[in-house]
């Protein structure tokens, strides 16, 4: 059974760092593209960052360009998101997402295939 478990949230304040793991079993994902999305109350889901599955080119949201640094260790079968000068408009559940092996990913939810359960992650002004 395909798993991505996300973990390293939490409550911090403005201006503070957090990292976020997502670690994968089941399979090996070492060909796949993968991302980050995250979604605040009542707001839609949205695209964070991706990685591609060779961990040469990534690909951030100009929100969080910058600050926010994605990364992947294929040998651990995880992948990172280094959150730097969070803001309280980074509050959000965040999400750790799959491509199939060997297929492109966009931006868009719709581009992955699996997904984590989700952690939260709380800014306070």
């Known amino acids: 059974q395909v798993q991505l478990v996300e973990s390293g949230g939490g409550l911090v304040q403005t201006g503070d760092s957090l990292r976020l793991s997502c670690a994968t079993s089941g399979r090996t994902f070492s060909g796949s593209a993968m991302g980050w999305f995250r979604q605040a109350p009542g707001k839609k889901r949205e695209f964070v960052a991706r990685?591609?599955?060779?961990?040469?080119?990534?690909y951030y949201a100009d929100s969080v360009k910058g600050r926010f640094t994605i990364s992947r260790d294929i040998a651990k079968n995880t992948m990172y998101l280094q959150m730097n000068s969070l803001k309280p408009e980074d509050t959000a559940v965040y999400y750790c997402a799959a491509r199939r092996p060997l297929l492109v990913a966009g931006n868009s939810a719709t581009d992955f295939d699996y997904w984590g359960q989700g952690t939260q992650v709380t800014v306070s002004s």
């Open positions: 990685i591609t599955w060779s961990g040469g080119f990534t």
